[in-house]
T-cell receptor
Framework: NAGVTQTPKFRVLKTGQSMTLLCAQD?????MYWYRQDPGMGLRLIHY???????AKGEVPDGYNVSRLKKQNFLLGLESAAPSQTSVYFC?????????????FGPGTRLTVL | DAKTTQPPSMDCAEGRAANLPCNHS???????VYWYRQIHSQGPQYIIH???NNETNEMASLIITEDRKSSTLILPHATLRDTAVYYC???????????FGPGTRLSVLP
């Protein structure tokens, strides 16, 4: 199993450009998450999804949109990128079948907005 | 809302036990405490979780105080590969909002 994969690994954008980050998981997990991590800081939750077709806002949702059209994929979109969105983006997934929540993380996407 | 506080950094000698503290004084009665670590810039890796009782797995032990206001992650025999940032996290509010603070940067020294 590949676990959680993220595409692309690196990307450089100019201010105002748009892009979509793809997260895929092959563990049949119900829950998926998008986090961002700025230098020297912990992870902050952007959006999450508790199932196909459902999404919810996290701690820092502004400037981002998400979609979960298929259970195995969770897309993060930036409609008009800003330098403040320069960060490392991590996707994670977890099973809904347990009382606790063990998240499996992808390797990250390093995004630079100029 | 439940949040956590951790020391920003700690050192530990190789082969010795590393004890990483976490304060979560506002945690609600039915919320788990989770520990993750992040090596270099990789994605965080789950270590262990607990509710009320002490827990142990192949990676670490978790000691939770009786009042649940704090916990300690114990790496019994730290190795150089345990050098990482360790996060103690809890769920905040409703839904799946897990908050990762700055964590503790553990340096295992030879």
């Amino acid at each position: 199993n590949a676990g959680v994969t993220q595409t692309p690994k690196f990307r450089v954008l100019k201010t105002g450009q748009s892009m979509t980050l793809l997260c895929a998981q092959d563990m049949n997990h119900e829950y998926m998450y998008w986090y961002r991590q700025d230098p020297g800081m912990g992870l902050r939750l952007i959006h999450y999804s508790v199932g196909e077709g459902t999404t919810a806002k996290g701690e820092v949702p502004d400037g981002y949109n998400v979609s979960r059209l298929k259970k195995q994929n969770f897309l993060l979109g930036l409609e008009s990128a800003a330098p403040s969105q320069t960060s490392v983006y991590f996707c994670a997934s977890s099973s809904s079948g347990r009382t606790y929540n063990e998240q499996f993380f992808g390797p990250g996407t390093r995004l630079t907005v100029l | 809302d439940a949040k956590t506080t951790q020391p920003p950094s700690m050192d530990c000698a190789e082969g010795r036990a590393a004890n990483l503290p976490c304060n979560h004084s506002t945690i609600s009665g039915n919320e788990y405490v989770y520990w993750y670590r992040q090596i270099h810039s990789q994605g965080p890796q789950y270590i262990i979780h607990g509710l009320k009782n002490n827990e142990t797995n192949e990676m670490a032990s978790l000691i939770i105080t009786e009042d649940r206001k704090s916990s300690t992650l114990i790496l019994p025999h730290a190795t150089l590969r345990d050098t990482a940032v360790y996060y103690c996290i809890v769920r905040v509010g409703y839904g799946q909002n897990f908050v990762f603070g700055p964590g503790t940067r553990l340096s295992v020294l030879p």
